[in-house]
């Protein structure tokens, strides 16, 4: 069965950075298109940035984009979310999941889902 375990959380200051890591099995990233979303306490989960199966189509959320960077290792089965200058706002908790029906910013469109890796940034 499909299984995706994300890594790498953890505490980190504002300006600081992490990287996450989201291991798969039970299917191949690099034949799917994989999304990371965040869900802070009180909030809807929320879109944070994809990776095309082809690797060519990559987008992110507004506040992601020009900090945040998806990226997929395919010998490691493994996609990864490098996330940097970080804000007090990007805290929560963040999931990888698997898109089956192409409608990327949406989690409804997602099949599979792991349990996610809580990140906080402190003032």
């Known amino acids: 069965q499909v299984q995706l375990v994300e890594s790498g959380g953890g505490l980190v200051q504002a300006g600081g950075s992490l990287r996450l890591s989201c291991a798969a099995s039970?299917?191949?990233?690099?034949?799917?298109?994989m999304g990371w979303f965040r869900q802070s306490r009180g909030k809807e989960r929320e879109f944070v940035a994809v990776?095309?199966?082809?690797?060519?189509?990559?987008l992110y959320s507004a506040s992601a984009k020009g900090r945040f960077t998806v990226s997929r290792d395919n010998a490691k089965n493994t996609v990864f979310l490098q996330m940097n200058s970080l804000k007090t706002e990007d805290t929560g908790v963040y999931y990888c999941?698997?898109?089956?029906?192409?409608?990327?910013?949406?989690?409804?469109?997602?099949?599979?889902w792991g349990q996610g890796t809580q990140g906080t940034v402190s003032t």
């Open positions: 999941a698997e898109d089956r029906n192409d409608n990327y910013q949406y989690a409804a469109s997602y099949a599979y």
């Open positions: 039970g299917l191949k990233v690099s034949k799917y298109v």
């Open positions: 990776i095309g199966w082809s690797g060519g189509t990559i």
